[in-house]
């Protein structure tokens, strides 16, 4: 559901563009837009630690398992991550619109993404700088840190397991979650790191493509 959100957030206004070689955007439609993407890509982000932690409960404590991720308990790790995106979406969106805009601004990018509308205000943005660089660390970095300490408890796990057909059983539980994983933390971190050394915007617009579009 959340990966069907995301796309459709950016996907069918991209088309539009591309068919009517109009690429205006409101606004009202820009901060609407920024809203959804952050609020999806967030509980994306947030959802897939979700899933690495059922992964690291299911292989290296099966016995706990029933109870460690009863239906409660996914219940309320779903709520927690939603709660969150929602707060940090409001959060961001409120201190967007304490800037003012010149008319007729260009984006360099084929959606309104937060540091791109940030670089095309006409005030000070010092502020909302250091809080896009936090949240990043906040709910970027953390949750990456946690699927990689259950990744190296499930390898580690895995590797104790005597039969050949054991580990792959083990591994194959989780082939579809690192791929995806790989594919959003990469093309993500891709997409910011470069853009922090380069100006060269068709390279982080592909990038985003891979992580906005392609991976969901």
Known sequence: LVDLC?????????????LTHNKAISYAGCFAQMYFFMNFACSDNLLLTVMAYDRFVAIC????????MSPRICSLLILISWTISILYSI???????????CTKREISH???????????SCSDTLINNIVVYFA???????PLTGILFSYTQICSSILRVPSTGGKYK???????HLCVVSLFYGTVLGVYLSS????????S??????YAVVTP
């Open 91 to 101: 959060f961001q969106i409120v201190m967007m619109m304490r800037l003012s805009f």
């Open 110 to 120: 084929f959606f309104c993404e937060l540091s791109e509308v940030i670089r095309i």
């Open 61 to 68: 404590h099966p016995l706990h398992y029933v109870t460690q």
């Open 136 to 142: 990043t660390g906040l709910l970027g970095v953390l």
């Open 196 to 203: 922090s050394v380069t100006q060269s915007s068709w390279k």
């Open 6 to 18: 995301l796309v459709t957030t950016l996907v069918p206004k991209m088309l539009v563009n591309m």
């Open 170 to 176: 083990a591994f194959s539980t989780c082939g579809s």
């Open 205 to 210: 617009s592909i990038a985003s493509v891979m």
